[in-house]
């Protein structure tokens, strides 16, 4: 008898952290890193493909980076324009449906232009997910889900966590079963707070620029030895 499958998660989020440090490490810019990190993104998402993982969602930009220095904001929302409007082509030609998460009526609106434009073009696609998290907070998300449910006129008094699931900026889409984070740190910044309630956590302390096809493995064994219990009792 063959051995079962080893259990894949049906969705990863990302919190890509360790860009700054990276360049730090090379006498380069904080903007170097971010560059450096955009790059990283491909390979990890071919890699997860091939796993059979067809959902990501990366943590770009938290609703907190606005307090970062003006010159690395201004670089970074260069750096998503840039990298949205080169990558949409070859996302939609794979199927990949883009979607963006966050506050995005305080992002510019060349920026929101071109993400409307890539969610509108690849909204039909089934083969694969890729959400970016830009001005993004989970706290803000659920303040944003309250505020939405409350002026479609929903009964707040009688809200349930379908409801208040169904108005967060991820509705429809499946709870994240692994949350990865870069550089070392144990926490999770405010990335997917209410998704996240059961996610497993794998911390690696690779820098996002240097992180491959194999930490991805190494995080996916991980996830695999995982016993998830759910509130439950063991099975
Ligand atoms: C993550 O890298 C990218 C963003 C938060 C935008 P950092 O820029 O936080 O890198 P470190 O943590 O300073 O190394
Ligand atoms: C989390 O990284 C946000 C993103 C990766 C976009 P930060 O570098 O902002 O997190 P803290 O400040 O170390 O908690
Ligand atoms: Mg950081």
Redesign the pocket.
């Known amino acids: 008898m063959s051995a079962a499958p080893a259990a894949l998660p049906r969705h990863i989020g990302i919190?890509?952290?360790g860009n700054g440090r990276w360049a730090r490490q090379r006498g380069l810019q904080r903007p170097d890193g971010h560059r450096a990190g955009i790059e990283t993104i491909r390979p990890v998402m071919e890699a997860a493909d091939r796993a059979g993982v067809h959902h990501l969602s990366l943590?770009?930009?938290?609703t907190?980076?606005w307090s970062r220095p003006a010159a690395e904001v201004a670089a970074l929302m260069r750096l998503f324009e840039e990298t949205l409007a080169r990558e949409v082509d070859e996302l939609h030609a794979n199927g990949v449906r883009i979607r963006v998460i966050g506050r995005r009526q305080e992002l510019s609106p060349s920026l929101t232009r071109l993400i409307d434009a890539a969610e509108r073009r690849t909204a039909g696609n089934r083969t694969g997910m890729l959400c970016v998290a830009i001005n993004y907070g989970g706290r803000a998300e659920i303040v944003d889900a309250v505020r939405r449910l409350a002026s479609a006129g929903h009964d707040l008094a009688h809200v349930d966590e379908a409801a208040l699931a169904g108005a967060l900026y991820t509705a429809g889409m499946p709870d994240p079963d692994l949350i990865i984070r870069t550089a070392g740190?144990r926490?999770t910044?405010n990335?997917l707070l209410w998704q996240a309630a059961y996610a497993e956590l794998h911390v690696t302390p690779t820098l996002w620029p240097d992180f491959g096809a194999h930490d991805l493995e190494v995080a996916l064994q991980d996830f695999a030895a995982r016993q998830r219990r759910f509130g439950g009792v063991d099975g």
């Open positions: 919190i890509m952290d943590y770009a930009f938290s907190e980076n740190e926490r910044s990335f």
